[in-house]
């Protein structure tokens, strides 16, 4: 039986709830810059191909004549459902010993401590808010890489084990001539004697300008740019444009490592580092980046695509016993139940990552031959 909150935490009130919620640093993972949020106001999403690269000339025509007609982009290949994407937590009747405890404890804790013991009641009534919030941006954290890193994302059983129970797959459709994998096996980044990062941005930078594409940004993990400065070809590229360039000791730093782009007139380095915890049925947690290893993502700007989100069922539904708190596209629901003494706190979101240009991404396999 569903009831309200207050009935099993008598001190929960709705506007502190919200308040707790707001002063909360909820961790900005970096999904947000590259797809900034995009509201639609139905339950698909739709990728439109962005105007990038080289622009369409207009015609020189003859006085009093009627101006030449252009063809339109039109939308890409992408479309489809939004998602939801949810996630609880339970506090149960060991967690209620807990509360009854701190409860007591701030009847008997002197002045000096009342402050202490009264802030760990607050956490432990609202806590899970948090907990919720972060739990769906890590989730959007871990699509916008796979879609960066890759151009589309798979659910599976392993990744999204206690969600959908078959393969999802939604791909945005970069041309393949858009993908470009290591000419040999000793090319690959990870052997570092015989890569030449240097010459494979070259190759991805002239295949873009084939198609009119300038890019101008290359988005890349930790760990492949550990690969590529340590290239020994790299490093002596780096030399040349570093100031005490001989005696440079150590790997470039990425800062060097842009100035060195730079002046090729090559795509600079955005490096994606982040990590995510996959929970399975069993309770086990796996970590992941999101990210596919080895992979470099070029673009013409570091806005990659969008968090296309709409406005959540639960949201709209007035009737229940839920109470109901917001951060940013995340509703937050709490309520209780009787048997056993339960408080379930949810959030949720409609939204997915989309990329914005599939024929202006190309993507570098260093690992890939």
Same mark, same amino acid.
Do not use: C
């Given at each position: 039986?569903?009831?309200?909150?207050?009935?099993?935490?008598?001190?929960?009130?709705?506007?502190? #709830? !919200?308040?707790?919620?707001?002063?909360?640093?909820?961790?900005?993972?970096?999904?947000?810059?590259?797809?900034?949020? !995009?509201? $639609?106001?139905?339950?698909?999403?739709?990728?439109?191909? *962005?105007?990038?690269?080289?622009?369409?000339?207009?015609?020189?025509?003859?006085?009093?004549?009627?101006?030449?007609?252009?063809?339109?982009?039109?939308?890409?290949?992408?479309?489809? #459902?939004? @998602?939801?994407?949810?996630? #609880?937590?339970?506090?149960?009747?060991?967690?209620?010993?807990?509360?009854? /405890?701190?409860?007591?404890?701030?009847?008997?804790? %002197?002045?000096?401590?009342?402050?202490?013991?009264?802030?760990?009641?607050?956490?432990?009534?609202?806590?899970?808010?948090?907990?919720?919030?972060?739990?769906?941006?890590?989730?959007?954290?871990?699509?916008?890489?796979?879609?960066?890193?890759?151009? /589309?994302?798979?659910?599976?059983?392993?990744?999204?084990?206690?969600?959908?129970?078959? &393969?999802?797959?939604?791909?945005?459709?970069?041309?393949?001539?858009?993908?470009?994998?290591?000419?040999?096996?000793?090319? /690959?980044?990870?052997?570092? #004697?015989?890569?030449? @990062?240097?010459?494979?941005?070259?190759?991805?930078?002239?295949?873009?300008?084939?198609?009119? /594409?300038?890019?101008?940004?290359?988005?890349?993990?930790?760990?492949?740019?550990? %690969?590529?400065?340590?290239?020994?070809?790299?490093?002596?590229? $780096?030399?040349?444009?570093?100031?005490?360039?001989?005696?440079?000791?150590?790997? @470039?730093?990425?800062?060097? *490592?842009?100035?060195?782009?730079?002046?090729?007139?090559?795509?600079?380095?955005?490096?994606? +580092?982040?990590?995510?915890?996959?929970?399975? &049925?069993?309770?086990?947690?796996?970590?992941?980046?999101?990210?596919?290893?080895? %992979?470099?993502?070029?673009?013409?700007?570091?806005?990659?695509?969008?968090?296309?989100?709409?406005?959540?069922?639960?949201?709209?539904?007035?009737?229940?016993?839920?109470?109901?708190? &917001?951060?940013?596209?995340?509703?937050?629901? $709490?309520?209780?139940?009787?048997?056993?003494?339960?408080?379930?706190?949810?959030?949720? *979101?409609?939204?997915? @990552?989309?990329?914005?240009?599939?024929?202006?991404?190309?993507?570098?396999?260093? +690992?890939?031959?």
């Amino acid at each position: 039986m569903a009831l309200n909150v207050n009935e099993l935490i008598p001190e929960f009130r709705l506007a502190d #709830a !919200q308040a707790f919620l707001e002063s909360q640093p909820i961790e900005q993972l970096q999904y947000s810059r590259h797809f900034p949020e !995009q509201y $639609t106001s139905d339950l698909s999403f739709s990728q439109i191909e *962005a105007e990038t690269g080289a622009k369409v000339a207009a015609d020189v025509v003859a006085f009093n004549s009627r101006a030449p007609r252009k063809g339109r982009p039109l939308p890409g290949k992408a479309s489809g #459902a939004i @998602p939801k994407i949810e996630i #609880a937590r339970d506090k149960v009747e060991t967690d209620f010993n807990t509360y009854r /405890k701190l409860m007591n404890d701030l009847r008997l804790v %002197n002045d000096t401590a009342y402050t202490n013991v009264a802030q760990q009641v607050v956490n432990w009534i609202y806590g899970d808010q948090t907990f919720v919030v972060n739990g769906v941006q890590a989730r959007l954290e871990w699509l916008a890489k796979q879609a960066a890193s890759q151009g /589309k994302y798979s659910l599976t059983l392993i990744n999204n084990e206690a969600g959908v129970q078959t &393969k999802v797959d939604v791909d945005f459709g970069i041309p393949s001539g858009n993908i470009l994998k290591m000419a040999a096996a000793n090319r /690959k980044w990870s052997v570092t #004697a015989t890569s030449d @990062p240097i010459a494979d941005f070259k190759r991805v930078r002239d295949e873009a300008r084939k198609s009119g /594409k300038i890019l101008k940004y290359a988005t890349m993990d930790q760990a492949t740019f550990e %690969n590529m400065v340590a290239s020994p070809a790299f490093q002596k590229a $780096t030399a040349s444009y570093v100031a005490n360039a001989m005696n440079l000791q150590t790997q @470039p730093s990425q800062e060097q *490592a842009n100035m060195t782009l730079r002046a090729a007139g090559l795509p600079t380095i955005i490096i994606w +580092e982040s990590s995510v915890i996959i929970e399975g &049925k069993d309770g086990s947690h796996t970590d992941n980046s999101g990210w596919v290893p080895g %992979n470099i993502s070029f673009t013409v700007s570091d806005i990659i695509g969008s968090t296309q989100y709409t406005t959540s069922a639960d949201e709209f539904v007035q009737v229940g016993k839920a109470q109901k708190t &917001k951060s940013g596209i995340v509703l937050v629901k $709490t309520w209780g139940e009787e048997d056993p003494i339960t408080v379930i706190t949810k959030g949720v *979101a409609y939204a997915t @990552p989309v990329l914005s240009s599939a024929t202006g991404t190309f993507i570098l396999q260093t +690992e890939v031959s």
